[in-house]
T-cell receptor, first 114, second 110 residues
C-alpha cells in the first residue's frame, strides 16, 4: 500500500494563479481531509469529506474548493492564489472519521505564493 | 471554542536526559492523540488516550491523560537523537474535526 500520496511536493505560484493539489489514498478510507500547517499555529482544517460526494468546511475554508467524486481522491483547488496561502498543505485520511481513529497523513505540498 | 496549548514550544536537550511536554486545555476531550512529525514529512500517530487518568507506555515514551480529560503529558526517558521532531497533540472536537495544538519542537543533541 502506498498510503496517502500528494502531488506536487513543491509549487511556486504568482498571486492570482489557480492550481489543484492532488491527494489519493489506497486504504479504502471514507474520511479524508485537508490541513494547512503554518509556523506556531499547528494544523488547521480546511475542508473534509466523510465519503464520496460529501464534503464540508473546516476552520479555514475561504479561498479553497474541494470535491470528492471517488473514495480514493480528494483534490484541493486554490481558486486565486494569495500570499496568505503560502503554507505547507497536508492531506489525511482515516477509516470513518472517528476521533479515536488513526489519521494517516501524506508527505505534504509546500506552496509559495509570490 | 476548544483550544489546546502545548508547552514548551521548543526544547533542546542532551542525549540521555529526561523530558516532559504538556498539552493543556480548559475544555474536556473525549479522547486525545499524540503525533510526531519529522522534517519534510506528515505527522505519525504515537498513541490515543481515552480514559481519564490513563497511562500508556511506548518504549521510553510515557503518555498520561489527565483525570478530568482536559490535559495530557508526554514523558521521554533517556532521550535519544531519534526522538527529535515536532510533537503534536490533538483532541476530539465536534463534527469529525480534531483540535490541534501548535506543537513542541524537540531537539536531542548527541
Amino acid at each position: 500500500n502506498a498510503g496517502v500520496t500528494q502531488t506536487p511536493k513543491f509549487q511556486v505560484l504568482k498571486t492570482g494563479q489557480s492550481m489543484t493539489l492532488q491527494c489519493a489514498q489506497d486504504m479504502n478510507h471514507e474520511y479524508m481531509s485537508w490541513y494547512r500547517q503554518d509556523p506556531g499555529m499547528g494544523l488547521r482544517l480546511i475542508h473534509y469529506s466523510v465519503g464520496a460526494g460529501i464534503t464540508d468546511q473546516g476552520e479555514v475554508p475561504n479561498g479553497y474548493n474541494v470535491s470528492r467524486s471517488t473514495t480514493e481522491d480528494f483534490p484541493l483547488r486554490l481558486l486565486s492564489a494569495a500570499p496568505s496561502q503560502t503554507s505547507v498543505y497536508f492531506c489525511a485520511s482515516s477509516y470513518s472519521g472517528g476521533s479515536q481513529e488513526t489519521q494517516y497523513f501524506g508527505p505534504g505540498t509546500r506552496l509559495l505564493v509570490l | 471554542t476548544q483550544l489546546l496549548e502545548q508547552s514548551p514550544q521548543f526544547l533542546s536537550i542532551q542525549e540521555g536526559e529526561n523530558l516532559t511536554v504538556y498539552c493543556n486545555s480548559s475544555s474536556v476531550f473525549s479522547s486525545l492523540q499524540w503525533y510526531r512529525q519529522e522534517p519534510g514529512e506528515g505527522p505519525v500517530l504515537l498513541v490515543t488516550v481515552v480514559t481519564g487518568g490513563e497511562v500508556k507506555k511506548l518504549k521510553r515514551l510515557t503518555f498520561q491523560f489527565g483525570d478530568a480529560r482536559k490535559d495530557s503529558s508526554l514523558h521521554i526517558t533517556a532521550a535519544q537523537p531519534g526522538d527529535t521532531g515536532l510533537y503534536l497533540c490533538a483532541g476530539a472536537g465536534s463534527n469529525y474535526q480534531l483540535i490541534w495544538g501548535a506543537g513542541t519542537k524537540l531537539i536531542i543533541k548527541p
